[in-house]
């Protein structure tokens, strides 16, 4: 009986596939079949499950294990840093080879630990994997169609601290849905783009997560987030490619895969100063425009995405790490630049110095229009504080003749240091791994200048 039907199972394959442009192999036991109307996999032993038709053949199978239909799907890659995913598992996982057609225009592929880099004939990314999320830079724009199975489970897995996650969903989902009731998160933001979700500070700009893309996702613990199954099939939005326009005097902004959120509470925008429609960016030591965002109210929370260095290019794009925060105001209606001198909150550890991944919040806000160096007042930060032994100083103002005393806890100067002139904002760098721990500082002297601070070496 067996012999008979396995017969009418391969004759009426051999009818489909005469109209085929394209077809594989048939296992002995089972197999794949692509036709010009028709795909299927099968294996025999298993009860009736479905029934197939292409053109005018129909087949019912006697003996058929549930399928898969091979799906594809299309990955937009825009010009620039972004993030990619897929919520599907490719069949071709070869990362070389999904993206040698688009040799010209890929720059770079990497997770939150590997990465392809084509030009350098690097790649420990070796084979896609749909768990994961990509942060990706493209030359020119690109499309990558993948063709694959549907995952089993759109769960994602959080270690604790930052994440990559991909989208494990075909439509989109508002970010939300998928966060909600998980208490060790922290924060949800694009990869090179402006747009996050900080429930600490009830901001949403994100909105949702996007199928295709790929997000940065802070938490305090390891865990596990769904993505919530899809009510019907819904247009992906391009929106979170597009960026603010620029209405202000300053730099178009690169938007790279190293960022910094600094959160502004409105009750800290209340008395400062601030009105509706100024435009607050943050600045680098050579007064890069590295990050802004448009005042559109009072009464909510906002938050500046500042963007870092790109180290694939030549030329510096945005904060190093250490490098001092600095803001200006724009005000358009009088085409007037404020100053913005800020206090940073201490809960956050990173406050006022620039880390890939950092995040800080505003504590104080105030304008001043006559500048800086003009009042007389000097910034000072060191991070990290306590270290190793391996710290930065980092100043708003560099006098050009200062000098630096270390000393120990009982005054005693150790080393002197002298930076000489410096861009106001830049970090300068202290090795002092080899000193014993304990609690030493550092004494800032210049004409007219002494400040000392605390430098813990544990």
Not at 176 to 192: D, T
Not at 302 to 321: P, V
Not at 423 to 430: H, M, R, T, V
Request: net charge negative; charged share 15%.
């Amino acid at each position: 009986m067996k012999k008979s039907i396995l017969f009418l199972i391969v004759f009426a394959f051999a009818a489909l596939s005469s109209q085929a442009k394209a077809q594989q192999v048939i296992a002995s036991a089972g197999g794949y079949y692509e036709g010009e109307n028709i795909s299927l996999s099968w294996t025999l032993g298993e009860p009736v499950t479905e029934t197939f038709s292409a053109g005018g053949v129909i087949l019912t199978q006697g003996f058929q294990q549930p399928y898969n239909f091979y799906i594809q799907q299309i990955l937009n890659i825009p010009a620039g840093w972004s993030g990619v995913s897929s919520y599907i598992d490719p069949m071709n996982k070869g990362v070389e080879g999904i993206f040698t057609p688009y040799e010209n225009d890929l720059v770079i592929l990497a997770s939150m630990s590997e990465f392809y880099y084509p030009v350098e004939n690097v790649n420990t990314i070796g084979n896609w994997d749909y768990h994961d999320g990509y942060k990706i830079k493209a030359e020119n724009e690109f499309n990558v169609t993948l063709t694959g199975t549907r995952i089993p489970n759109s769960s994602v897995n959080l270690a604790d601290g930052w994440n990559l996650i991909p989208v494990l969903s075909s439509c989109e989902v508002p970010v939300e849905n998928v966060f909600n009731g998980f208490e060790p998160l922290e924060i949800v933001k694009q990869v090179a783009g402006p747009y996050l979700y900080w429930p600490e500070y009830n901001i949403n700009t994100l909105e949702s997560l996007v199928p295709g893309k790929a997000y940065f996702v802070a938490s305090s613990d390891a865990g596990t987030v769904s993505y919530p199954a899809c009510a019907k099939s819904t247009p992906i939005n391009k929106w979170q490619d597009s960026k603010p326009s620029n209405f202000t005097p300053w730099n178009e902004l690169q938007y790279t895969a190293s960022s910094h959120a600094i959160a502004f509470p409105s009750n800290v925008l209340a008395g400062s100063g601030i009105k509706i429609g100024d435009i607050i960016g943050a600045f680098t030591p050579e007064g890069l425009c590295a990050g802004r965002i448009e005042i559109t109210n009072l009464s909510s929370n906002f938050a500046i995405m500042a963007f870092g260095n790109d180290e694939t290019t030549t030329t510096k794009d945005g904060f190093e790490a250490g490098e001092m925060l600095q803001f200006k105001a724009f005000r358009p209606e009088g085409n007037e630049e404020i100053n913005v001198i800020v206090e940073f909150n201490p809960s956050l550890p990173q406050q006022g110095l620039f880390v890939n991944q950092g995040m800080s919040a505003v504590k104080t806000l105030k304008l001043d229009s006559i500048g800086l160096e003009e009042s007389g007042s000097i910034l000072t930060e060191i991070y990290p504080n306590p270290s190793h032994g391996i710290f930065t100083l980092t100043m708003s103002s560099w006098p050009e003749k200062m000098q630096i005393h270390l000393m120990d806890a009982s005054g005693q100067i150790i080393k002197t240091f002298k930076p000489g002139s410096k861009l106001n904002g830049s970090a300068y760098a202290f090795n002092m791994s080899d000193l014993p721990n304990g609690v030493y500082f550092l004494k800032l002297v210049d004409s007219g200048y002494l400040e000392i601070k605390k430098v813990v070496i544990n």
